[in-house]
């Protein structure tokens, strides 16, 4: 049975893509897509209210002549769902939103009602100030001091962000210059440190030469290396002459203890011994010399 959804399409081996005819499309064509209405608007042929989300069948194109910045400006075509009248309305990268173009007008357009507000009021000051000297003197004064506000506010922000960033290099020059001393004080500490151990093996263990005459046996020696005139001896302490013997290290009370018990010990004879019974060699005697002993 095939798969259902063929993923793996087979190629012969003279395929040649390059033999494939290409259509010819017009650089500006018309393409179908789904959409929804972007904001509500009313039919200006029968009236018709189209609410905001309705889905159409829309066709969409490239405007010619027309971007803002380089971005493009793409143009929408739908259809009045009561009289079928042709509705287009663009796209609208400046106030990232939508404009109606033809067939229709839209309820409401936020940024129209604000600049409609501000024209409003400017022109509503203009008024005023022509009818009364005091009121443009007055709005002048506020201008003034709100221009004085923005401009000292700006300097701050300048006068901070000098500081900032003078304090941010001397923090990062300090930081630098600490970072060196304690990497000194560290080299400095591991320096003492291996000078230290280098010292302590130099007091614990030393190298003295010692003649060929002398036995090696009066010294505590590990690794001896003989040479012809002289032979070189590691000890374990420092050794600034023949290592001391071990009873002239103990106290003056060991020693005489010692050689008391020495004196006072008993000279244990050594038994001697049948050399027959060792051998596993019994004599056996006679029975008459056996009586006449008992007797006796």
């Keep these: 049975m095939s798969e259902r959804k063929v993923l793996n399409k087979y ?22 897509v789904r959409l929804m209405a972007p904001f509500s608007m009313r039919c200006n042929t029968c009236g018709e209210y189209i609410y905001k989300g309705k889905k159409f069948n829309a066709r969409k ?9 380089g971005i493009k400006i793409f143009r929408f075509y739908i259809k009045c769902t009561l009289c079928s009248a042709e509705i287009t309305f663009k796209t609208d990268p400046k106030n990232t939103d939508y404009t109606a173009e033809h067939g229709a007008s839209r309820n409401f357009e936020p940024w129209r009602e604000e600049a409609d507000t501000k024209e409003e009021d400017r022109l509503a000051r203009l008024e005023a100030e022509e009818n009364d000297p005091m009121k ?10 709100r221009e004085m506000e923005i401009l000292d506010a700006l300097q701050d ?42 010292e302590l093996v130099r007091q614990v263990f030393s190298k003295v030469s010692m003649p060929m005459g002398v036995p090696a046996s009066s010294s505590s020696s590990a690794g001896s290396s003989p040479t012809q ?24 009370s060991t020693r005489a203890l010692i050689a008391s018990k020495v004196a006072t010990i008993p000279v244990v004879k050594k038994r001697k011994t049948d050399m027959k019974n060792s051998l596993g060699i019994k004599i056996k005697r006679a029975p008459g010399k056996a009586a006449a002993k008992a007797t006796a």
Excluded: C, W
Excluded at 19 to 29: A, D, G
């Design 11 to 32: 190629f012969p081996p003279d395929f040649d893509p390059s033999l494939i005819p290409r259509r010819k499309v017009p650089k500006n064509s018309q393409q179908v």
């Design 61 to 69: 194109e490239t405007v010619d002549g027309e971007d803002y910045y």
């Design 136 to 145: 443009a003197l007055e709005n002048r004064t506020v201008d003034s001091k």
């Design 157 to 198: 922000i300048r006068a901070r962000n000098a500081r900032n960033e003078r304090v941010g290099h001397s923090d990062d020059l300090l930081a630098k210059l600490h970072m060196e001393e304690i990497e000194t004080e560290e080299d400095r500490e591991r320096k003492q440190a291996e000078e230290e151990d280098e």
């Design 229 to 252: 005139e002289e032979k070189v001896v590691t000890v374990k302490r420092k050794a600034d002459g023949d290592e001391p013997d071990l009873r002239s290290l103990l106290p003056e």
